[in-house]
């Protein structure tokens, strides 16, 4: 599902609006509440390929989603419900999420509570980053580290003092693609090429045409019908509108009712004189 620049927006004392999917009051507002809702229904694996241009606004959209699941999660242990569902959350470029100078700020206390209680509620996080000390050290002392073949400037940095103790500790420098070391037993993982066994598909939001409101001239039409007796017939629309009821909204179905309403009532008036 694709995530434009424009549906993560800097919230000031904003009016609430239904379609929000998340609301805070000076921060930030997701907007596409509905189709993003919908999206996590009904499907079970779902990438979100995100378009907005700043760190800020991506990290909330990221909480957003992660907040959705927690807050579901949360409620069906403490209402004792029985089924469960087990959600995983793949975070490409997780540093730009749970960076020091992004998870630190107040706005993402939150975000921090929910990565300390997760596990608890079987939501869990694969977080994929290629600088590790980008990391915020609160969210690294809290993960299971799995490292590939890392840079050399991370290398000195970081990884040397974390493997000091590993017989692998040089041999990480070599390692190709799809082999990882699990620090929590020093042992070498391989994973195979990755290969998609069904076709992705985008999520596209569903634009609903709305049909043009009856004109001005079709209530005239029938006011004047109905107090003269005689029929006038409306042209047909250039934009195809019949004037049906059917894929209208419901305000706008309330205003053709009304006319309907409007119209029969002079017609009856016009018959009792």
């Known amino acids: 599902m694709r995530i434009k ?47 907005i241009r ?18 579901k999660a949360y409620l069906r242990l403490y209402k004792g419900y029985k089924t469960k569902e087990r959600v995983i959350f793949i975070v490409e ?16 206390n939150r975000m921090r509570k929910i990565f300390s209680e997760a596990r608890n509620l ?28 890392v840079s050399l400037d991370d290398y000195e940095l970081k990884v040397r003092r974390l493997l000091r103790n590993s017989k692998y500790k ?8 799809g082999t990882f070391l699990y620090t929590a037993n020093d042992s070498v993982i391989k994973f195979p090429k990755f290969a998609t066994t069904e076709k992705p598909f985008e999520i596209k939001p569903k634009i ?17 019908s109905a107090l003269t007796g005689f029929k006038i017939y409306d042209r047909p ?10 894929d209208l909204d419901e305000t706008e179905q309330e205003e053709l009712e009304d006319e309907r309403e409007w119209s029969e009532f002079l017609l009856d008036e016009s018959e009792w004189r």
């Not at 609903?208 to 005239?220: T, W």
């Open 93 to 108: 470029e997780s540093q730009n999420i749970f960076d020091s100078s992004t998870i630190s700020k107040k706005l993402f």
């Open 170 to 177: 040089t041999e990480i420098l070599n390692f190709e693609r």
């Open 54 to 71: 700043d760190i800020e606004r991506i990290a909330f959209f990221v909480y957003s989603v992660v907040n959705h699941f927690y807050r």
């Open 5 to 51: 620049d424009r549906d993560v927006t800097e919230t000031k004392h904003t009016v609430d609006i239904e379609s929000y999917f998340l609301r805070h009051e000076r921060d930030y507002s997701v907007l596409r509440g509905q189709e993003i809702k919908e999206a996590l229904a009904k499907n079970k694996d779902i990438i979100f390929t995100l378009e």
């Open 237 to 246: 629309s250039r934009n195809g509108y019949t004037g049906d009821s059917e």
């Open 122 to 149: 079987d939501l869990h996080f694969v977080m994929c980053s290629q600088r590790l000390q980008d990391l915020n050290t609160k969210i690294r002392g809290r993960t299971r580290l799995m490292l590939g073949n």
């Open 208 to 224: 609903k045409v709305k049909p043009l409101k009856p004109q001005k001239k079709r209530r005239f039409n029938r006011i004047i």
